[in-house]
């Protein structure tokens, strides 16, 4: 079994080309959103066709049945409808918010029935749906199906219509929140991704930019703003979305274990610990003491651990497997998440 020697006092000994990172000032509206500015989700049923013989069998009763409806209503009728070219598909896509009537948006096109595939397939026309039951858009086009490397894995019952639906209802959201009893107008931000520290930060920045606006924490984790009266709506919505803080968010460890990849900030501290692996030999500096073992200083960091394992040849499942058990310990001073 190979031997590897480790050697992890602090992150100026054993990386000195490496500074510690520094905080990164970004946008508002890259870490929150206006309370009422949302994407809509809208669905809908179809029928492919064109397929060369990839279509769904006499096996699904539901492909054969829409196709004779379809036909139906184009004034053509018949007591048996099979067709091989043909499969019963689901669409899928996104309104963005103040969409208008005629704008195209893209959609996806997944098959439900026992379709080997549906490329190079037509969509025929077809309705799309919001929650509310409302037809918000009609989709229809030519699937374009991606395709990987290797064609073996490529999956062809999936596929994409570039602008393939034109809208045909307008979406107003709602973003101004009238309070009659002050008779002020107010938005609301909503952080992407919750954290005290975050919002905290958020106020004392619009503060200091619209002093007059109070920002203040409200119900349901939003941030409350004031409009004011001598600055336009959008003037004053961009400018707020611009501001820039500095951000300190949860420590996090994210693992991906199906292609070994490891995703950490530069400053996720590590306690005193001991770990042991099969193969792994750790020379402590301090004292020449040779050990089946690492010993981690409590200067160390998940990136000293990660690079000096890396730079001595370890592997990705070495690595993962010593992340878990200092997570389990309570030396990793982070949430692992694992994928």
Do not use: C
């Amino acid at each position: 079994m190979k031997n590897f020697a480790i050697i992890l006092l602090s992150a100026l000994t054993l990386l000195p080309s490496l500074s510690v990172s520094a905080e990164v000032a970004v946008k508002l509206k890259d870490i929150s959103f206006i309370d009422g500015l949302k994407e809509n989700q809208v669905y809908g049923y179809g029928l492919v066709v064109g397929l060369q013989g990839t279509g769904d069998t006499k096996k699904s009763p539901l492909t054969n049945s829409s196709l004779k409806n379809l036909l139906k209503n184009l004034g053509m009728e018949g007591d048996e409808v099979t067709s091989a070219n043909t499969a019963a598909v689901l669409i899928t896509g996104r309104l963005a918010p103040f969409v208008r009537i005629g704008d195209r948006i893209d959609v996806t096109v997944s098959s439900i029935g026992d379709a080997k595939s549906i490329e190079g397939g037509i969509l025929i026309q077809s309705p799309l749906r919001g929650g509310d039951g409302r037809i918000y858009a009609v989709a229809q086009g030519t699937l374009a199906v991606s395709r990987s490397r290797n064609d073996r894995r490529a999956v062809r019952t999936v596929g994409q219509i570039a602008n393939g639906a034109v809208v045909e209802r307008e979406i107003s959201p709602e973003i101004v929140f009238h309070n009659k009893e002050k008779d002020e107008n107010y938005i609301y931000l909503v952080l992407k991704e919750w954290d005290y520290t975050v919002g905290d930060g958020i106020i004392k920045a619009v503060a200091g930019k619209y002093p007059e606006s109070n920002p203040v924490m409200a119900s349901g984790g939003r941030i409350q703003v004031r409009l004011l009266k001598n600055v336009s709506i959008p003037e004053f919505i961009s400018t707020i979305e611009n501001i820039e803080i500095n951000p300190v968010y949860r420590a996090k460890v994210v693992v991906n274990e199906r292609d070994g990849t490891i995703v950490t900030g530069g400053e996720v501290k590590l306690s005193a610990a001991m770990v042991s692996r099969e193969g792994l030999t750790v020379e402590v500096r301090e004292t020449g003491k040779k050990v089946s073992a690492s010993e981690l200083k409590e200067s160390a960091t998940v990136k000293d651990l990660v690079d000096s394992l890396n730079a001595v040849g370890a592997t990705t499942t070495d690595i993962i497997s010593i992340l878990k058990a200092l997570k389990v310990s309570g030396a990793l001073h982070a949430d692992l998440i694992v994928r």
